[in-house]
């Protein structure tokens, strides 16, 4: 289970308060809020990356060597990766074998691709290859960031008909960050609305 109670955030003069949460492996949760309100710094500190002042956090213990059990998946893939690597080499950074090679079929996503930059591919592609980068065996929750904001309908929704079913079958639970209610209604089981400042 990943729980977080009573946390906030302090930064130069602003205090950002995080809404309460709790999230168990295959379950799909919404937050939804106002820009500016914290969203990103609040799966960033979930994905271990900044601390702040949390009453109570729980989260999947980080085993050395071995890729954080919580990813986060952020909105411009682009800057996701580096753009000097090949695609498979930032694979390789969390994958330790070729184990991503079934999911490159089920993502629509081309072998050849691999030998490419970042900047040699659509932002579908690379939003695609940025999930299957975290979607290593040890992962157990994934934070998606708006991941689908900037892409059309249809492969908006090819993206997240894909990552349900791959979340179902492997027991991942989803935090969905999204503006989209729409979204958010139409694949969360529950949504959390962001605190009133
Ligand atoms: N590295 C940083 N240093 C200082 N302040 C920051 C930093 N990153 C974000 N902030 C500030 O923290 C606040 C929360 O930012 P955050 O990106 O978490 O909001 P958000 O809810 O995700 O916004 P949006 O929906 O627009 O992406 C904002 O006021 C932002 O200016």
């Known amino acids: 289970m ?10 130069h003069s602003q205090s950002i308060q995080f809404p309460d949460l709790c999230l168990r492996r295959g379950e799909v949760v919404g937050i939804s809020g106002p820009s500016g ?24 213990p980080k085993l050395v060597n071995q890729a ?45 691709w691999l030998a490419r930059r970042p900047s040699q591919l659509s932002g579908g592609q690379l ?8 979607l290593v065996p040890t992962t157990e929750y994934l934070i998606c960031d708006e991941v689908t904001a900037h892409l059309d309908m249809v492969t908006q929704a090819e993206f997240w008909q894909q990552l ?12 969905v960050i999204s503006h989209d209610e729409h979204l958010l209604k139409a694949i969360c089981q529950r949504v959390i609305n962001w605190p009133q400042a």
């Open 164 to 175: 349900l079913a791959c979340a179902k079958r492997r027991n991942i639970g989803l935090l």
């Open 37 to 60: 309100v914290g969203k990103s710094s609040l799966a960033s500190v979930l994905a271990g990356m900044i601390t702040a002042d949390i009453e109570l956090l729980e989260l999947p």
């Open 127 to 134: 939003q695609r290859f940025n999930l299957i980068r975290a």
């Open 2 to 11: 990943l729980t977080l109670r009573n946390g906030y955030l302090h930064r």
């Open 68 to 112: 954080n059990p919580v990813q986060w998946l952020i909105q411009q893939s682009e800057f996701a990766f580096n753009p000097r690597l090949t695609l498979k080499a930032s694979l390789n950074e969390s994958w330790k074998d070729d184990g991503y090679l079934p999911l490159l079929q089920e993502y629509a996503l081309e072998a050849s």
